[in-house]
């Protein structure tokens, strides 16, 4: 007797094979997406990335830095294919869980303010602002601020 399994999340490790399916990723869901090379300096840095896979499908990823007892979520995306579907808390928790590990008490990232999808994850997740950060992203007509949020660890 057989059985067909559904295809579970995967989370492992990024790696250099992996940024075409990232790039596909990025490049399609952001107007002015990272590089490759801002993910391979990640790598080659020893930053935290992690992808997540359903079966040989790159669904989403992130990019987390811990340093000094703190820790700063640089990047977390989810395909628009499965985006609304929990991966996005899913991989949030993971990073935040793994910044716990790595001993941060604190995890900071910055968001758009035209991105409202997102903050309302991290809203629900339990992160609150701290600040603005003036012109931080490149936008069609000039820059955009960031939002500088943060989550307790501890």
Not at 18 to 43: C, K, Q
Not at 87 to 115: D, I, K, M, T, W
Not at 134 to 139: D, E, L, N, Q, V
């Amino acid at each position: 007797m057989s059985a067909v399994l559904k295809d579970i999340p995967r989370l492992l490790a990024m790696r250099d094979q992996d940024l075409d399916d990232v790039m596909a990723i990025e490049n399609a869901i952001y107007a002015h997406p990272w590089t490759r090379g801002n993910f391979a300096d990640s790598l080659r840095a020893g930053y935290e990335c992690r992808v997540l896979r359903l079966g040989a499908e790159l669904v989403g990823y992130f990019v987390l830095m811990v340093a000094a007892g703190e820790a700063h979520l640089l990047n977390l995306s989810i395909g628009a294919p499965h985006q609304r579907t929990g991966h996005g808390s899913s991989l949030l928790g993971e990073a935040a869980a793994l910044a716990r590990q790595q001993g941060a008490r604190s995890l900071f990232l910055e968001v758009r303010p035209s991105n409202r999808a997102a903050q309302a994850l991290y809203t629900r997740f339990g992160f609150r602002k701290i600040a603005v950060r003036r012109g931080y992203y490149p936008a069609h007509t000039g820059r955009e601020d960031a939002l500088v949020l943060t989550l307790p660890l501890s």
